[in-house]
């Protein structure tokens, strides 16, 4: 009977404690609530800042005006989304949360069904983070500017000398 207790107990902590594969890092951690951008935050900014720079050079819709999927900014704070967006500021002087602007006729066309279908001289960027731990990252990012105008390259990144080295792995385009 105490060997059974003895093993409930040790599947109870290890359930308790999670299962964490360590690929990606917890946001919980990374995240200042005061407002402060601490310096694992300011690495992952820089990361998704280099990524999306390197999609944008591959292939873009224009520069009138970069618009960001925020919600793809993951384990950042509010301060850090915006820092994302004043430095991509040197690619276009009208970088925009495109949520804020997705409904505006005048930067994108939408079909029929309200649907987007083309950045006009502009582009829609993104990125999806696969791993993150310590200085090593896989990173797809996406520069859109419409439903047959897009690349999708995939990196592999290390933090390096204070800043990220983007090896490309794959490179999808539509």
Request: charged content about 40%; cysteine-free.
């Given at each position: 009977m105490k060997k059974l207790v003895l093993v409930l107990l040790l599947i109870v902590s290890v359930l308790i404690s999670g299962c964490n594969t360590g690929d990606i890092s917890s946001t919980e951690k990374e995240v200042d609530t005061s407002g402060n951008i601490t310096s694992e935050e300011m690495k992952r900014i820089d990361l998704y800042v280099t990524a999306m720079k390197a999609a944008f050079n591959e292939e873009n819709g224009g520069k009138s005006f970069i618009a960001v999927e925020m919600d793809t900014l993951e384990g950042l704070s509010d301060e850090g989304k915006k820092e994302v967006l004043n430095r991509?500021?040197?690619?276009?002087?009208?970088?925009?949360?495109?949520?804020?602007?997705?409904?505006?006729?005048?930067?994108?066309?939408?079909?029929?069904?309200?649907n987007l279908r083309r950045a006009i001289d502009g582009t829609l960027l993104s990125v999806r983070l696969e791993k993150f731990k310590?200085?090593?990252?896989?990173?797809?990012a996406t520069s859109w500017f419409g439903n047959l105008g897009a690349v999708f390259p995939k990196y592999e990144a290390k933090y390096k000398d204070g800043k990220w080295e983007l090896k490309l792995l794959s490179m999808a385009v539509s």
């Open positions: 991509l500021e040197d690619l276009s002087s009208d970088v925009y949360a495109f949520e804020e602007i997705k409904d505006d006729n005048t930067k994108f066309e939408k079909d029929g069904n309200g310590g200085n090593n990252a896989i990173i797809e």
